[in-house]
């Protein structure tokens, strides 16, 4: 059963409470691979043989984008930080935020062939604890010049008993709306900092590199909506350093940088990660674009994707595909899809059957789903899809999503998720929700058989939210062929409007660790609450 109700907040932690050591036995044991025969490197550098202290001079490394974690599941995560230099990068852990007591974990050797981002992978992390961290780069040819630290925190995945609270949403920086200095860079990143997630799942458009800005929008009511430019967003992005700089870009906002900085991710792309609505083997008629192959595009694209965000290496895909699960505690397993890399081309989608490998998943990814949340013992299965799947979202006169307004059997695309329904219901798996964004509003659905033409599946929610930074659009329609009912949904009162408008959105979940009750939260942009639903676990 379910109820709207309002959920409750658990304050942030009070970041000047001392906070005990590490359990010694427990420590980090893991971490990112040393370069071939490359000495590790101590954060005292050269310095310490001698005992003369580290060089501090004009000319030390920088960090200039700040650092991130991401991926943090039971036991792991991932930090990440980008050095303006070759360097070593050097982590220090502790649960003390002011490191009296820490550890320090070597980093790998980044240089041009990553645009200087590196990962760290952090392994056996007690459980349900806020875990401070700070990474340092240490000059390739100068070991004794040694950045200043950058900070961050994540709250490593929690014990039995404990709560689970995210935030999600997309849509970061698209329809001429980019980091405006004058907002702090984006202006819903102050309420959702305020938020103090356990993480933050961003469904897709992470940038949006074919929405080139200029310095300057007129707004409706008379006010001049004021954007950064950099070269790399001065255009649509076709080679792999203008891919990089989308990213970088985004981390011009301070306000984001902070939020990144507090707290861990987990990342998936949609569609403006590479160009507007694209598909494996299209070919572009774009007058912006000199390359026109959407697959050389897209290479690049993804590249720079797992360059520039705190993705672990969890995949089962061999192709590096983007799909994976994080399990997060026993009470939560997130299911995080790819619906671009296998996608159909954009047609009316009203085909009897999808094509030979799946239609918006592909085959692989498919079973791959189905068996992963067969084998799940989390009290909730969360999926995260970069589509909705009852809205109808066009492409001119073709379709887009997985929806196409015909309220019959599944056609196009549709089968693709049919079968992964008709196997929940089957296997008997209880507790599932669907989280996406996309669309740029928010909406809260819900999904029954006694309303559908495809009756073999179970009653589920899916939650909808975004933009977080974009032109805001909609509402779409609703197909009717998985009987979905929209409870809820905020849009804008015109199309493209902008952050300084509102019409941004994000959604928060919590789960209860004692009750395991879902409660699904939908945000404004400044954090007011627009709806609330609280979705009781089914026991097994």
Known sequence: MDSAIPSSVTPPPDPSAASPALDRRRLLQGAAGLGAGAAAVGIAGAGAATGSPLLVHRDRPLLPSGVQSGDVRTGAATLWARSDRPARLIAEISRDPRFRRSRTVPGPVVGPDSDFTGRIDLRGLPDGIDLHYRVRAVDLHH???????????????????????????????????????????????????????????????????????????????????????????????????????????????????????ETSQVNQWDDHEVTNNWYPGEILDDARYSEKRVDVLAARARRAFHEYVPASATSPDPEGRIYRVIHHGPHLDLFVLDMRSHKDPNTANTEPASSADGGVLGRRQTAWLVEALKRSR??????????????????????????????????????DIAVVLREIARAGIRNHVWLTADVH?????????????????????????????????????????????????????????????????????????????LTVTLRGVDGDTLYVRRLEAARR
């Open 441 to 517: 509003y928010t909406a809260a659905h819900h999904y029954a058989p006694e309303r559908a033409a495809f009756t073999d599946f179970e009653p589920f929610w899916e939650f909808v939210s975004g933009p977080l930074n974009a032109g805001a659009f909609g509402p779409n329609a609703l197909d009717g062929t998985f009987g979905p009912r929209a409870d809820f949904v905020a849009a804008p009162p015109r199309a493209n409007t902008s952050p300084a408008e509102g019409s941004q959105f994000f959604g928060e979940v919590e789960i209860d660790g004692r009750s395991l009750a």
């Open 143 to 261: 070991h004794r010049a040694v950045s200043a630290p950058a900070a961050g925190r994540l709250r490593t995945a929690p014990a039995r008993g404990q709560d689970v609270r995210f935030l999600w949403s997309g849509d970061i920086a698209g329809q001429g709306w980019g980091v405006n200095p004058e907002l702090g860079g984006f202006r819903i990143a102050d309420a959702m900092r305020a938020r103090c997630p356990d993480f933050f799942l961003c469904s897709g458009d992470t940038v949006y590199a074919d929405g080139p800005v200029s310095e300057t929008v007129a707004l409706p009511d008379g006010r001049t909506w004021r954007n950064l430019v950099t070269p790399e967003k001065s255009k649509v992005a076709e080679t792999l350093a203008e891919f990089r700089g989308q990213y970088r870009y985004n981390l011009l906002a301070d306000n984001w940088r902070a939020f990144l900085a």
């Open 378 to 415: 989390a009290t909730w299965k969360v999926i995260a899809a970069d589509l909705p799947i009852g809205l109808v979202v066009p492409d001119g006169s073709a379709q887009e999503g997985l929806a196409q307004g015909d309220p019959g059997l599944p056609l196009g695309r549709e089968a």
